[in-house]
């Protein structure tokens, strides 16, 4: 019989199986696995700037075959999914309807999950963060360092470290662009004031590799990571699901769609739809890891316990973004030669909390998607923006996110037929809303001092960070429909979450490589347990 | 015999791609425009926009106004999304992507051509909107 069935082969999925594999654990992943079987094997291993002034087929997957690439509205949501990442949403919204107003929904149904289109930055919580979700970096450092193990992270130890707990395996940080290198320049001439402000700046820990490792990279810095995985240099959930594929202990089940699980004395029982013959499956293991994406678990979890009715919370963190024009960058000629992720992190510190800021370039997302940015004429936009670009310094700024009665996620039974769907009420309080706004000058009036002269603040809306958590949370009090310290969910015998569900509040940091930690301890725990 | 329909759609294509970049599209881009908006914007356009859209193609010297108006007062309007879809049809060929690449230029230089191209948007916008007004009721 199989030891342990997993749900998913996300971020969380593929790293809680790592551990129970290594342990010689037999493991089924039931996933529903849609691949991009169209654009990979047509973008070429060249330079962006050289595809577009060569390449007469990049019109097929810059703007995709059925010119999904070419949004109307505004730029808001999933920028950087283009039609080679279209396949990661694809399906979704079908399998699993969620209805929400006001709050972006983003589930994957991919090979991958969700960690298929991650822009890979690495952000470790804190120690103080983790005490606040009844954990502790005790707890998790370990599974941070099997993790960047795993998936190889670059960075460097600069003015971040103190926020960001470093691993032993960490590779040489990617090199920055241009556009960045001034802003870093300009920061470390006035380092001393600006850090006794509370302003930190260095390089982002990326999840990719700068040399080669485990059959992956060096990147190559061609500035086509929204387009392809050159290299597979940038870490993706199918690398580490191919090497488990190696295993004779694991067994992947692609095109199943799980949709119940129950409990059976120490048994669990998943049952799945077979998407291509339409057959139901049963499947048995010891116990069950759900890493369906923080929407898919809730559905398959209130689902399967008949919650229905029944309010979770739903946390995502809210996120500006605001594009700022780099002084520092006026008359110089950028280098050719980039990667299109986060070139930079900056950090605030404000009492009892911090603020998180990513400096990004605009230029492998193509121009005419900024075009309808500016109220003006396309010709004099394509103009404008063809002399600006270059001087553009993009800040995305995230803030912490915490349960409040205004932010639920409900499942209602479907009717006719209808599949199940979740309902989500997502309202910040006034109080954190002003917060927001006071946080976002804040960071604003430090990169003036780098002279970066912000145009405008965007806020793309609730949701828009795709950072979804906290519906199941680890707490250290007996209450139903939360997760105790090992992440398995009480009232259950052997069901465990693997991904963001479990996390009480989400300090303002990416969540994938914390959950990527936990699951990893998910599978290391149930390792043990099953010896 | 191409349709009438098609006939627009190529005539819309050149105009558009000419305004964009200042050169005539090939046939092929002119193609993929009509391909783009037979995907894209199929349907039957709101009766202003249908009118704006029959007037740009009567009257070519219109569009850098009608564009113009439009960015302000309807920048959801059926004539900018296909101006959009040139674009995007331009930006997405070997031919064209000079044209799209950012390029250098001195601090002073960059200066006098945003207020210039500035001066220039606004201009056309505010003699845009009239143009645009008498477009929106003009035949379709």
Request: glycine share 8%; aromatic share 8%.
């Amino acid at each position: 019989m199989t030891d342990v069935v997993i749900v998913g082969s996300g971020p969380g999925g593929v790293n809680a199986a790592a551990p129970l594999v290594a342990a010689g654990r037999r493991v089924l992943l039931l996933d529903y696995g849609n691949e991009d079987r169209r654009y990979a094997g047509l973008i070429p291993h060249k330079p962006f700037s050289e595809i577009r002034r060569t390449d007469p087929e990049q019109h097929r997957y810059f703007l995709g075959e059925r010119f999904e690439g070419i949004p109307f509205g505004a730029v808001r949501v999933g920028a950087q999914l283009t039609p080679p990442r279209g396949h990661v949403l694809a399906e979704a919204a079908e399998r699993i309807p969620v209805h929400a107003e006001n709050f972006a929904v983003s589930m994957s149904l991919a090979r991958g999950g969700l960690g298929a289109a991650w822009s890979a930055g690495v952000f470790p919580f804190s120690d103080d963060e983790l005490r606040t979700m009844s954990l502790s970096l005790d707890d998790l450092q370990p599974h941070y360092d099997a993790v960047a193990e795993r998936i190889g992270v670059a960075g460097e130890r600069d003015d971040l470290d103190p926020f960001f707990p470093s691993s032993p395996s960490m590779m040489p940080a990617l090199d920055v662009d241009t556009n960045a290198e001034v802003v870093l320049g300009r920061y470390l001439r006035r380092r001393d004031e600006l850090n006794a402000a509370g302003f930190f700046l260095g390089r982002p820990r990326v999840a990719a590799c700068t040399r080669r490792y485990r059959g992956r990279g060096p990147h190559a810095y061609l500035d086509l990571c929204y387009w392809a995985d050159m290299d597979r240099s940038v870490y993706r959930p199918q690398w580490t699901l191919a090497e488990l594929q190696a295993a004779p202990n694991f067994t992947y089940a692609s095109r199943r769609f799980v949709h119940a699980f129950e409990e059976d004395g120490d048994r669990v029982r998943v049952r799945s739809t077979s998407i291509d013959g339409g057959t139901e499956e049963c499947h048995e293991g010891r116990a069950l890891v759900i890493a369906a994406g923080t929407l898919g678990t809730a559905w398959l979890v209130l689902r399967s316990l008949a919650r229905y009715d029944t309010p979770v919370p739903i946390l995502c963190n809210p996120y500006a973004y605001v594009p700022t024009l780099n002084l520092g960058m006026l008359g110089r000629t950028p280098c050719d030669r980039r990667y299109s992720l986060g070139q930079l992190t900056a950090i605030v510190r404000v009492p009892g909390r911090i603020i998180q800021a990513q400096v990004f370039s605009y230029r492998s997302l193509l121009t005419f998607k900024l075009m309808k940015e500016l109220p003006l004429a396309y010709r004099e936009s394509l103009r404008l923006l063809r002399l600006l670009v270059p001087n553009f310094a993009i800040l995305g700024i995230h803030h912490e996110d915490r349960p409040s009665p205004d932010k639920l996620c409900v499942l209602r039974r479907g009717e006719r037929g209808a599949p199940d769907r979740l309902e989500i009420q997502y309202r910040p309080s006034e109080e954190e809303v002003r917060m927001h706004v006071a946080d976002e000058r804040l960071v604003l009036r430090f990169f003036r001092r780098l002279r970066c002269v912000p145009l405008r603040t965007i806020r793309p809306g609730h949701g828009a960070s795709l950072h979804y958590a906290g519906t199941f949370p680890i707490t250290a009090s007996e209450r139903e429909l939360t997760c105790d310290r090992d992440s398995r969910l009480r009232g259950t015998r052997a069901v465990y979450l693997a991904d963001g569900s479990i996390f009480p509040w989400i300090p303002p940091k990416g969540l994938t490589f914390n959950l990527m930690a936990n699951a990893d301890r998910v599978g290391t725990r149930l390792a043990e347990l099953l010896a | 015999m191409p349709e009438p329909e098609d006939r627009e759609l190529e005539l819309e294509g050149r105009l558009f791609g000419r305004y964009l970049v200042g050169r005539m599209p090939p046939p092929e881009l002119v193609e993929r425009y009509r391909e783009a908006n037979r995907i894209l914007l199929g349907g039957t356009a709101p009766g202003s926009d249908a009118a704006v859209l029959a007037f740009a193609r009567r009257h070519p010297w219109s569009i850098p106004f009608l564009d113009g108006a439009a960015g302000l007062v309807r920048p959801g309007s059926l004539l900018r999304s296909k101006i959009l879809v040139m674009a995007a049809v331009l930006e997405a060929s070997p031919a064209f992507a000079e044209e799209f690449l950012p390029g250098a230029v001195r601090p002073v230089s960059l200066a006098l051509r945003v207020l210039g191209l500035g001066t220039l948007a606004v201009a056309r916008a505010a003699f845009g909107v009239l143009v645009y007004a008498a477009a929106a009721r003009s035949r379709v």
